[in-house]
């Protein structure tokens, strides 16, 4: 079967899942980006790099609810599914999986995917149970897509690192490629919720690249005191009246453990909220 030569948009788990059983059986690789739309120049990159390594390129939209607190942006969350299908279809995209609201979870779903030890810092420190519900989708939309290989960003590092330990852990027949961060020209790291930011928010916001540029010199020139990294890059942000600072960290690049001495290669992750609008970011330092 050669490759389908024009986007398939498939609306039901059902369908999706019969439609990557029959690819399977015709030898196919399937590679695979989910994604939670609005899509942009990160999220194409991506694509392009699963592109690269597979037959039939599937890419999922669904803007996942139970990954969202109480008092999180689950409504709010930017949406635009045209202009998503043009940047899929420029992209090479074969397969897009656009869920139709309420057909992903049963009404009494009970069944949780639960990672126990990555989830508990950084990001998982003040958003509970949001990696229990990326894992949980993550391992539906496997199951469904069946794919060969998936592509998640470095941007996303924490939940890169969990996916990865969720498919060693659970011999998931997926491997994992991790995508690089994809910025701005002046360095920001390019995010759908950088559509929340005002003009004077959005300059606020080059505060994160510049505490991890900070950090990334420091360490470069010899300092291997995460304390003193860390609070380098405190003091950056702390110029900003705007900023306010969720978590700034140094950590084991594998294990995500807090570092006092960087010793092997080390995370430096941070989450900001400029505004209203939470932000992350990370570099890695290779000792």
């Excluded at 869920?99 to 009970?110: I, K, L, N, R, V």
């Excluded at 069946?146 to 969720?166: S, T």
């Excluded at 453990?257 to 900001?272: C, D, H, N, Y």
């Amino acid at each position: 079967m050669d490759k389908p030569t024009k986007m398939e948009i498939i609306r039901t788990p059902a369908t999706i899942q019969q439609r990557a059983l029959a690819l399977k059986r015709e030898g196919r690789v399937i590679g695979f980006v989910p994604t939670m739309g609005f899509l942009h120049a990160g999220h194409v990159s991506l694509m392009r790099l699963a592109r690269t390594r597979c037959d039939v390129l599937a890419v999922s939209i669904f803007v996942n609810p139970t990954q969202f607190g109480p008092n999180e942006d689950l409504e709010a969350y930017p949406r635009d599914f045209a202009q998503d299908e043009i940047l899929c279809a420029q992209a090479g995209v074969d397969l897009l999986f656009y869920p139709e609201s309420g057909t992903m979870y049963a009404a009494d779903a009970s069944v949780w995917v639960d990672e126990a030890s990555l989830s508990t810092v950084l990001c998982g420190a003040s958003r509970i149970g949001h990696f229990r519900g990326v894992c949980t989708v993550v391992a539906k939309l496997f199951n469904l897509v069946l794919p060969d290989l998936a592509v998640f960003g470095e941007k996303d590092a924490q939940q890169l690192r969990i996916i990865e330990r969720m498919v060693r852990d659970l011999n998931f027949p997926v491997e994992i490629l991790r995508g690089a961060i994809v910025r701005e020209a002046d360095g920001l790291a390019m995010s759908s919720r950088n559509k929340y930011l005002a003009s004077l928010q959005r300059k606020d916001a080059l505060c994160l690249r510049r505490s991890l540029d900070c950090a990334v010199h420091l360490f470069a020139t010899g300092e291997r005191d995460a304390g003193v990294l860390r609070q380098a890059m405190v003091e950056i942000i702390g110029q900003i009246p705007s900023a306010r600072i969720d978590y700034i960290e140094i950590v084991d690049d594998m294990t995500l453990a807090s570092v006092e001495r960087i010793e092997r290669t080390a995370l430096v992750a941070l989450a900001v909220k400029i505004g209203s609008t939470r932000l992350i970011d990370n570099d890695v330092l290779r000792a």
